[in-house]
């Protein structure tokens, strides 16, 4: 199980960057970081040599039906040059219904007082990069729990 992990929600406007632990199985939103055409190599190797991840995952949009879309391309070269770029392990996670599910839970934080009423546009990219890394890491629980179920 890795241990501290950084996920992004590429798109063409907005990055959404979150953090977590494979100790944990927990993640939380750390930004959103904007661009047009490019991303933000920059700010990102920042965030890369602040959070000194031993795997970073990046969601890579799927259509319902498991099919890739136009975005998948996109997701996947970013993928590629993250892992050139910084020398990074990159995993890629099936993000389907993340934005959904980060729309949820800003909503329920809302109705609980926990977060203002008035969201930023990047709220929800940030948080489905947290939904996606908090994915991942129940996949790779399950995973290591099957190949062994003794826990030893």
């Known amino acids: 199980m890795p241990g501290t992990c950084l996920a992004f929600d590429y798109g063409l406007r907005r990055i959404g960057?979150?953090?977590?632990?494979?100790a944990t199985?927990?993640?939380?939103?750390?930004?959103?970081?904007?661009?047009?055409?490019?991303?933000?190599?920059?700010?990102?190797?920042?965030?890369?040599?602040?959070w000194q991840p031993e795997v970073c995952i990046v969601g890579l949009p799927l259509n319902e039906d498991g099919t890739e879309q136009a975005m998948s391309q996109a997701a996947r070269a970013f993928a590629g040059q993250l892992e050139q770029r910084l020398g990074q392990t990159v995993?890629?996670?099936?993000?389907?219904?993340s934005s959904r599910t980060a729309d949820d839970?800003?909503?329920?934080?809302?109705?609980?007082?926990?977060?203002?009423?008035?969201?930023?546009?990047?709220?929800?990219?940030?948080?489905?990069?947290?939904?996606?890394?908090?994915?991942?890491?129940?996949?790779e629980l399950a995973v290591q729990h099957a190949l062994n179920p003794s826990g030893s």
């Open 91 to 97: 995993h890629l996670c099936d993000e389907r219904f």
């Open 17 to 22: 960057v979150a953090v977590g632990s494979g």
């Open 105 to 139: 839970e800003i909503r329920k934080a809302r109705a609980s007082g926990r977060r203002p009423r008035k969201t930023r546009k990047g709220d929800r990219d940030g948080m489905a990069a947290c939904v996606i890394l908090e994915q991942f890491l129940r996949t």
């Open 25 to 50: 199985g927990q993640a939380r939103a750390l930004t959103t970081l904007h661009h047009t055409g490019t991303p933000d190599w920059r700010a990102i190797t920042v965030l890369v040599a602040e």
